[in-house]
């Protein structure tokens, strides 16, 4: 009887203790559980918040891939799939990588296609840019053909002009000389209408006059109109001519 009452105190006695432990132990476990499903449960929000952001992209890439490759098509038909699940995979350690690695990519497709583009606007611009710049030049060119064309024909009749105000100079024609390498004496000189001080209206040039005729009228009223006899011989205006001799006359018989 005692040495069972020796035993039942023992296995009471560790069975208190040992019971005390295992709750202490489970109640440690399952504050430690809690707290590592908290942090995974706040890890695995951020991942999957992050593969819905990524999740359009990553179904665009799939699309675009399968247009480009139609072939392919049975072949790449189970990425739809992911694409279209991506927010709620089941393995978010696998789907995470390959979800960053098409977006990165698809991102560096679109930065390239950008920036191609921006060239092409650029390269369309410098285009235009020198097409406008040839027409310019082009066109600065055939002025420049056509001032010397005009300057080698204003040499040439300077040219001309100065022979011949040389030769009415030799003639005793003109007395002033101009200078007709000076623009200005080759230009009539401009006509004032307001009359003003210093200005003169230049004065009508004068009739035409017959130099014989202008002789004829300078010996007076007292001339005939007929012709004189000379000294001479002459058949006509000489003294022994005969007949009418007047200039009429002298004309038809000439």
């Not at 072939?71 to 979800?99: T, W």
């Not at 006059?209 to 058949?235: C, W």
Request: negative net charge; proline residues 4%.
């Amino acid at each position: 009887m005692a040495d069972e009452g020796a035993a039942s105190n023992v296995a009471e006695t560790f069975s208190a203790d040992y019971v005390a432990q295992l709750k202490a132990e489970l109640e440690s476990k399952t504050q430690a559980e809690a707290a590592l499903k908290s942090k995974f449960a706040s890890y695995e929000t951020k991942q999957r918040a992050q593969l819905a952001e990524m999740q359009p992209v990553v179904q665009e890439w799939i699309k675009e891939g399968l247009e480009s490759g139609p072939e392919f098509k049975a072949d790449m038909e189970s990425m739809v799939g992911f694409g279209d699940s991506l927010s709620n995979a089941s393995n978010i350690d696998s789907a995470m990588p390959l979800a960053r690695m098409i977006s990165c990519h698809s991102a560096k497709i679109k930065r390239e296609r950008q920036e191609f583009s921006v060239s092409s606007q650029a390269s369309e611009q410098l285009g235009k840019a020198n097409k406008e710049l040839d027409e310019l030049k082009a066109d600065r060119d055939s002025k420049a053909s056509r001032i010397a064309e005009l300057e080698g024909l204003v040499a040439e009749r300077t040219g001309t002009a100065e022979k011949l105000q040389a030769e009415l100079a030799k003639a005793g024609l003109v007395k002033e000389k101009f200078d007709f390498s000076n623009a200005t004496s080759r230009e009539a000189a401009p006509v004032s209408s307001s009359g003003g001080a210093g200005m003169s209206s230049p004065k009508p040039a004068a009739p035409f006059m017959d130099p014989l005729l202008s002789f004829v009228q300078k010996t007076g009223p007292a001339f005939s109109g007929r012709i004189g006899q000379s000294a001479t011989g002459h058949h006509l205006l000489g003294a022994s001519g005969a007949g009418e001799v007047g200039i009429e006359a002298a004309i038809r018989m000439a």
